[in-house]
């Protein structure tokens, strides 16, 4: 298990040190600054030296590392690094060195609490919040009843929300976010598109609300099976601690008493029937050796009530260029030296909309013959309302004891960011 | 949200007697306690920046007393850090401690175990033994799990004091507690305490195995791990059993955490070792697919562990990802680690159906930026058409496009998989020896040099201008590589033999003989001139005969590891082991071997090619690393044994591995093996073990191709470093 938990900044300056085990002093620090932050070739987010093995996760330029001595199990070292960014984002509203350091007492806290001996101990945010708190508490104060009920929380079956929660008025809003993920041949080809979905919801409701959500889904275990019917395939869905996987094994229902506020609620992942929202056809043609000419055309492809937005289309450019030329009937595009790509943003895109980037890059002439490896084109969008899937929510129900009526809200949306690749 | 902390200001280096005057000055007004808590504050930043707060033990100590939990926390991190080195002033807190062990409030009563047990010396584990004891009894569950795990931290520093204890028993007894994450914390101690080697045996029988399950819903995620971990200690004596219980966990397939996840398919994959019904191993094996694709839609790093053990379990069980090659072709932005571990899937899963698709892939990876990508994507390219007949046109031309490139090491490694390629399909594709022939003076790599002299001798006959080219080669014979040498030296043989007429030819071999026995201090070259010398001058028709002897095709049945090995190395999925894809007892001090355990539910064919835990004990050698490092600067630590004289070296380094089994002369079978992928799985058919080491072919696949395979540190001769901090 985990011996040592450290955040580094930057410069390698510790900014956290936690030593769970006696198995090293504080200098094994060192070890990691001179082999992972003052390296500038790091291909591994794992570095074993002999049995000393270093996990880390780089976040807003912070090292968040894990030191272990045994065969620890990776993936429960790296969970629990990404759970604690999640603590100090939902803590601290981000996670950076000036949130590290203006919080280091409580973050010792946290740390204490969240990890015994190496082991991940209960590390659900609202009960957390319940003791361990900004606050100054003056230890007699605290009552033992109320900590009692605390303590029983944090070790129950429900150990992600507290019972005393009220609200005036419940409501829970439901967010379905669609990544898109396409890589497209330069023949125009798919060559892959899938979507990783995201069921983000907050909860504002009172009491222990018990609840049953619905969606078109269909669960594929086999692709050779197909039927016939207008729900959406989903290849796989994981689902938050919260909801009872029995349930959903044996009935296809997903039913769970929601942690209070916001939560990820169930991941899946869908190839079959993915509707893509935006097309790109690119023709890009080097002219000698001294010009390259492009003509990007991007259309919508969606309902035109609907329109995507903040599109960005990043058409990368040989190494050697000097200046670009370009024009748009649409948007703005600029060419980034530093970059070696040429940024079309469009705020705004109708659907069924279509238009057209011209563009000439002028290449200055270099001695190696070097083939330019024409990395592919990249577009950042997002489209309200629409899912590639298809998915739908068909329902959310919740009931409560005391039987209030409860108000909910459903949100689409689809986006790629860094996944939509066409290459030319 | 809680409001934003301002304790940067904190963190700047101060002095001892600084702070000491400062605690001082906060005994008399100190409102709130204000005061203190800021010099407490200011103290903790210095503990975190490395600098010896010892010297104030006595006076943060002082601290204790004020009734402030904040206060008490930070008092309680202090002699964390550095209660072990004061044995003589820790009897100062011991009253604290014990009041806080016996308080009304659940939280303190288990922050006080809890900070004892980090303090593991005699004073301190005296004090809590007694306290323990009732802990592990607390009404409140909280103080339960808490005290469960300070069993393990008790047991770490003095394994039969906790025995005697009787600590061991109460723990076993928390197994079946009624609260879910008392039970999973006293599975996690339990196995700590199995897994060493000195420690107590930790197996379970079916009646727990059940009982524990039964908490499997109510725990945390990180009790569910511990649970499903500890089922690995579980022997199915009945396939019944094996079957109902991977039934019972299947659901946890769908949970959230990656790690829960993969814990699930190590236990499933362990329990199929002992089932019966193959239309239920069918079934969990199209149930585990779905779920590790999706581990891809997480974070880097975990895809990477994924990757890592999918690469492994597809091995063992190609169904699980039969038809999922494109969720494996790379992102253009993938960090590299990914791209690398993608890249041996995608050829695995290549199939005569997908070939196409892959190569394309491949085709396009070998125009990118990073290097060892781009030669790993043409190597690739290569085993594709040794692997898919259908598609080794496509691939020739493939590589003969990249060739085309003339970047140095795209050329280099075209060559050293066309060479291979030669050998699988004899009299298929030589046409192509005179465009390789045009880019000799390109190579550079002793590899690359090798195979190109390679395909130079071997097909003499064929190349008009052989002897010039070699000629050529042969002036720089006695600054090149070993492997160069002996690929020239057998080339001027072969040469020679083909064209025993040709002075020129004649002028070479006797040039490169004689260097290769009087010039040249490498015993296996000089031999191998010996051998040739002698072969010639007795007789050369046999000579011919011997050193052209046909080969045996080239197949890729040696890249799949050993069955046996692979069972043994799937009980470590998730784990460290399953990343480097080695038993950790191989790399990992004190770390325990696994291997299936014998019943009358094991398969026959896991039992037939069962590997036992290999008693490899590193050996005790100790390297200091360089430290410390640019920006901070720390007293060496002075407790650190000095390092023990190394071991005399083994005799040979390391057993040569056997010859890289790609390009090994005596590769068996015949050239199809298209289909054998698909039947890996199959438990009924025994296949003879050909080989006495399981793991020769673990890294086969690519041939000796390495560079970028994931490896421990360290430790590769066998002497293992160790970091001494």
């Known amino acids: 298990m985990i011996s040592a938990f450290f955040i580094f900044n930057q410069k390698g300056e510790v900014l956290i040190s936690r030593l769970y085990r006696t198995d090293f002093k504080r200098s094994i620090a060192d070890v990691f600054r001179i082999q992972v932050v003052s390296n500038s070739d790091v291909r591994s987010p794992i570095i074993t030296l002999g049995s000393t093995s270093f996990f880390h996760v780089r976040i807003n330029s912070l090292y968040v590392v894990a030191v272990t001595k045994n065969n620890a199990n990776a993936a429960l070292v790296f969970e629990f690094c990404y759970r604690f960014i999640n603590i100090c984002k939902s803590y601290f509203g981000k996670i950076d060195e000036e949130s590290i350091k203006n919080n280091f007492v409580l973050i010792y806290e946290l740390i204490d609490e969240i990890n015994d001996f190496g082991y991940p101990q209960n590390s659900e945010i609202d009960t957390l919040k319940t003791y361990i708190t900004t606050e100054s508490i003056v230890s007699s104060a605290i009552a033992a009843e109320e900590s009692s009920k605390i303590t029983a929380q944090a070790t129950g079956a429900t150990s992600w929300r507290r019972t005393d929660v009220k609200y005036k008025k419940n409501e829970a809003f439901v967010d379905v976010v669609e990544t898109v993920n396409l890589s497209m041949s330069a023949k125009g080809t798919v060559l892959r598109a899938d979507v990783d979905g995201h069921i983000q919801m907050r909860a504002y409701l009172s009491g222990t609300p018990e609840c049953k959500f619905g969606l078109n889904d269909k669960l594929v275990i086999d692709k050779s099976q197909q039927g016939v019917s207008d729900a959406v395939e989903l290849d796989d869905c994981r689902f938050h601690q919260c909801v009872r996987l029995n349930d959903f094994d044996a009935t296809r229902t997903i039913s769970f008493i929601p942690p209070d506020g916001e939560f990820e609620l169930m991941r899946y992942r869908s190839t079959s029937n993915v509707k893509l929202p935006l097309r790109v056809i690119p023709t890009v043609t080097e002219i000698g050796t001294t010009q390259v000419s492009y003509a990007v055309t991007v259309k919508a492809n969606f309902n035109n009530k609907l329109s995507a937005t903040d599109v960005v289309l990043r058409i990368p450019t040989p190494l050697n260029t000097t200046a670009v030329d370009c024009q748009v009937a649409l948007g703005k595009a600029k060419y980034v030296p530093g970059e070696n790509v040429v940024v079309w943003k469009l705020p705004r895109l109708q659907g069924g909309q279509e238009c057209t980037l011209t563009a000439t890059a002028d290449l200055t002439s270099t001695t190696t013959r070097q083939v330019w490896a024409r990395p592919p084109i990249d577009v950042d969008f997002q489209v309200l309302m629409f899912t590639a899937s298809g998915l739908i929510v068909r329902f959310l129900k919740v009931f409560e004891k005391s039987d209030y009526q409860s108000v909910k809200w459903v949100r689409y949306l689809t986006k790629a960011s860094g996944s939509y690749q066409i290459r030319f | ?725």
């Open chain 2, 1 to 725: 949200m809680a409001a934003p902390g301002q304790d940067a200001k904190f963190f700047q280096r101060g002095k001892i007697e600084e702070f000491r005057a400062e605690l001082h000055a906060a005994e008399t007004k100190d409102k709130k306690f204000v005061k203190r808590k800021t010099v407490l504050k200011k103290i903790v930043a210095n503990i975190t920046m490395g600098n010896d707060m010892s010297p104030l033990f006595t006076d943060v100590v002082q601290c204790l007393g004020t009734p402030l939990l904040e206060i008490k926390k930070m008092v309680y991190l202090f002699l964390v850090s550095y209660g072990r080195s004061k044995p003589d002033q820790i009897h100062l807190v011991i009253p604290n401690f014990l009041q806080d062990c016996n308080d009304r409030n659940p939280l303190i009563r288990a922050l006080a175990i809890r900070t004892m047990s980090y303090i593991p010396i005699p004073v301190v584990t005296d004090a809590l033994n007694e306290n323990l004891r009732h802990c592990l009894k607390d009404a409140d569950p909280y103080v339960r799990k808490t005290a469960a795990i300070c069993v393990a931290k008790l047991y770490a520093a003095d394994p039969r004091r906790a025995e005697k204890g009787g600590f061991v028993e109460q723990l076993r007894d928390l197994m079946l507690d009624s609260n879910a994450t008392v039970v999973a914390n006293a599975v996690a101690a339990l196995s700590e305490i199995g897994d060493r080697q000195d420690g107590v045996i930790f197996k379970l029988n079916l009646a727990t195995a059940n009982k524990l399950l039964a908490a499997l819903p109510e725990s945390s995620e990180w009790g569910q791990i511990y649970i499903l971990d500890s089922l690995l200690r579980y022997v199915p004596e009945k396939h019944a059993d094996a079957e109902v219980m991977a039934e019972r966990i299947i659901v946890q397939l769908q949970h959230a955490n990656s790690a829960v996840v993969l814990t699930t398919i190590k236990a499933l994959l362990y329990l199929m070792n002992y089932m019966e019904n193959r239309r239920l191993i069918d079934y969990i094996c199209k149930k585990m697919g779905p779920p590790l694709v999706t581990l891809l839609s997480s974070g880097p790093e975990v895809q990477y562990v994924a990757l890592r053990n999918i690469l492994l379990i597809i091995q063992r069980r190609p169904t699980v990802l039969k038809n999922d090659v494109k969720v494996f072709f790379c992102k253009y932005n993938d960090p590299i680690y990914v791209k690398l571990a993608k890249l041996e899937i995608m050829y695995r899963l290549a199939r005569a159906e997908n070939a196409n698709e892959v190569l394309a892939e491949l085709q396009e990876y070998a125009s990118e930026v990073d290097i060892d990508f781009v030669r790993k994507a043409v190597r690739s390219v290569g085993r594709l058409a040794i692997k898919v007949e259908d598609a080794s046109d496509a691939c020739i031309q493939a590589l003969l496009n990249l060739i085309e490139t003339k970047v140095s090491y795209v050329v280099q490694e075209a060559v050293i998989v066309i060479k291979d390629i030669f050998r699988r399909y004899p009299g298929k594709y030589e046409g192509v020896i005179p465009t390789l022939c045009q880019h000799l003076d390109a190579l550079d790599e002793p590899e690359a040099k090798a195979a190109m002299v390679w395909i130079l001798g071997q097909f003499a006959d064929r190349i008009d201008n052989a002897d010039e080219l070699l000629d050529d080669l042969l002036y720089t014979f006695l600054d090149e590589s070993v492997e160069v040498q002996l690929a020239l030296l057998t080339a001027a043989v072969k040469l020679f033999i083909y064209k025993s007429k040709s002075d020129k030819a004649k002028e070479l071999v006797y040039k490169v003989l004689k260097w290769a026995t009087e010039d040249v201090d490498n015993p296996d070259l000089r031999d191998r001139g010996f051998m040739y010398w002698r072969l010639l001058a007795i007789n050369p028709t046999v000579a011919g005969e011997i050193v052209l002897a046909e080969k045996p095709a080239i197949t890729t049945d040696s890249d799949r590891m050993d069955r046996g090995a692979l069972d043994q190395l799937l009980l470590h999925t998730g784990t460290l082991g399953s990343i480097y894809h080695k038993n950790p007892e191989t790399f990992i001090r004190n770390a325990t071997g696994k291997a299936l355990k014998d019943s009358p539910a094991l398969n026959a064919h896991s039992r037939a090619v069962l590997v036992p835990v290999a008693r490899t004990q590193l050996p005790p050698t100790v390297v200091n690393v360089p430290g410390p490092g640019p920006s901070e600067s720390h007293e060496r630590n002075e407790t650190a044994p000095p390092p023990v004289p190394d071991l005399p070296a083994p005799t040979t380094s390391k057993p040569t591995p056997p010859t890289p089994p790609l390009s090994s002369e005596n590769a068996s079978g015949d050239a199809t093996d298209d289909g054998s992928d698909d039947e890996g799985d199959a438990d009924e058919e025994p296949r003879g073990r050909a080989n006495a080491d399981p793991y020769s072919n673990l890294d086969g696949a690519f041939g000796n191709y390495l560079a970028d395979e994931p490896r421990p540190m360290g430790g590769r001769q066998g002497d293992d470093e160790d970091l001494l901090f």
